[in-house]
């Protein structure tokens, strides 16, 4: 168990409201799946990204898209949503084919939050088994629509769905198809390594926008993985997690 998974279950721990006695229980058995947590970047030492996709796939934007990840080495995720991979099946073969991850983004993409709990699972659970039935594996990863999710749902999906939930850091409105300058300034401007990138795939002008955006990026230095990848190189900030570690520090006095 590294770090990473350490800090993992303690934060989803506190999100989903739990006693710091359950928290020692869990880590001690280890027979509890994780919780899930959301996270939105990482702190990494690695000058890595990870562009994510969503609300495809796609049948015309998306292969485009391939292409230019193809030309350019450039490994990306893509949330899909399930009734497109019912319509796009190829598409998604393809996604996965090429090297990139892919993760849900509900059947129909309602507000999760609004939805009763029936309504929610039938939403994650019939876009987790289009994807089984197109590409032969699960998703780890999940993106409620619009970052919208509430505490309780996120402990259930991290318990019954095993997923994480991964939100963004960056995010550049593509879906208003911005002027290409204003796009890529948007995201220039605020990338950084850890960070996650949201566009989506079902846009002509983000995928037209997209040679520009990765060779910019790469101009700064960083590089492109795929979220659970960024995840992996996710390298924390202090030492052990020790019970002592995790205490805020002591108040200094400024004289
Ligand atoms: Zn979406």
């Keep these: 168990m590294n770090l990473g998974f350490l800090r993992f279950c303690a934060a989803g721990a ?45 049948a015309t934007f998306t292969p485009r898209l391939l292409d230019v990840l193809k030309a350019h080495g450039v490994k ?9 991979v019912e319509q796009n099946p190829d598409v998604l073969r393809r996604i996965a084919a090429e090297g990139h991850e892919i993760g849900n ?23 987790n088994d289009v994807i089984v039935r197109t590409i032969g594996a699960p998703p780890r990863i999940v993106r409620p629509p619009y970052g919208d999710i509430t505490p309780e749902q996120e402990e259930n999906i991290g318990r019954d769905f095993h997923y994480r939930v991964v939100l963004w850091s960056v995010d550049p409105d593509d879906w208003m198809e911005p002027l290409r300058p204003i796009l890529l300034r948007r995201v220039f401007t605020h990338a950084e390594p850890g960070s996650i990138v949201l566009l989506h795939d079902i846009h002509a002008s983000t995928v037209d926008a997209m040679p520009a955006l990765i060779e910019g990026l790469q101009k700064r230095g960083l590089r ?4 659970s990848e960024l995840l992996a190189l996710e390298s924390p900030p202090q030492p052990p997690a020790t019970a002592a570690a995790a205490q805020p520090p002591p108040q200094r006095v400024v004289p």
């Design 14 to 58: 506190l999100l989903a409201g739990l006693s710091p006695f359950f928290i020692g229980n869990t880590l001690a058995q280890e027979t509890a799946p994780s919780p899930s947590v959301e996270v939105s970047s990482v702190t990494t030492r690695e000058r890595v990204v990870a562009l994510t996709f969503d609300d495809g796939p796609h």
């Design 76 to 84: 990306a995720t893509f949330f899909v949503i399930g009734m497109n």
């Design 105 to 127: 983004h509900t059947w129909s993409h309602p507000n999760l939050a609004k939805l009763p709990e029936e309504a929610w699972r039938a939403q994650l659970q019939q876009t």
């Design 224 to 227: 492109f993985v795929t979220v």
